[in-house]
């Protein structure tokens, strides 16, 4: 297989089935915003400690699922081809995030984002996981979508914030509190 086909160099791209869209359009953002979240985790994944590396591997499946679930406009059409959403998929972030937060502590104050490498680059893509979520909601509004993807995401959004503060507590390094001065 090609990784070129020429069939974009028009400005359209394809989703699943024969549709074309244009590459400006509103979907198309959202599904080149989680691959680049996708991206940002695999950045954040080469430098962060063991306990959450494979944490990470387990939310960039879920992620491609995501895109390819947003490349369906029809998803009950593609049915048995798109892998399952599921509600257990935010049920374990949830308990994700209760893991990370009971090992850091409770947070007494705001917090910049930084400390160590790893929690920088978790604080990066939760920034973009958060652009992805804005940008979903507004297709929501347009068109229809599986409301797992933006409970997902914004669940996604609270578990990088506590992941990169559990990578600080496992790099013995201090969250960056905020100062109002």
């Known amino acids: 297989m090609k990784i070129y086909t020429r069939q974009g160099d028009s400005g359209t791209t394809g989703l699943l089935g024969a549709d074309r ?36 591997t387990k939310v960039q499946h879920e992620l491609f699922a995501i895109g390819s679930h947003l490349a369906a406009r029809n998803e009950q059409a593609f049915a048995q081809i798109l892998p ?29 984002p930084g400390g160590s490498e790893s929690a920088a680059r978790l604080h990066v893509a939760r920034a973009v996981c958060r652009r992805a979520e804005r940008l979903i909601v507004a ?23 506590m992941h990169a503060r559990y990578a600080n507590h496992l790099a013995g390094t201090q969250d960056v509190q905020w100062r109002k001065d």
């Open 84 to 112: 399952p959403l599921t509600d257990e998929m935010i049920a374990r972030l949830e308990r994700e995030i209760d893991h990370a937060e009971k090992e850091s502590g409770p947070l007494r104050s705001f917090i910049l």
């Open 139 to 161: 297709l929501a509004e347009r068109e229809r979508l599986n409301p797992l993807v933006t409970r997902y995401l914004n669940r996604l959004a609270d578990w990088l914030f």
């Open 21 to 56: 869209i244009s590459k400006a359009d509103l979907r198309i953002e959202c599904i080149g915003t989680v691959d680049e979240l996708n991206a940002a985790m695999g950045l954040a994944e080469v430098v962060s400690p063991g306990p959450i590396k494979s944490l990470i």
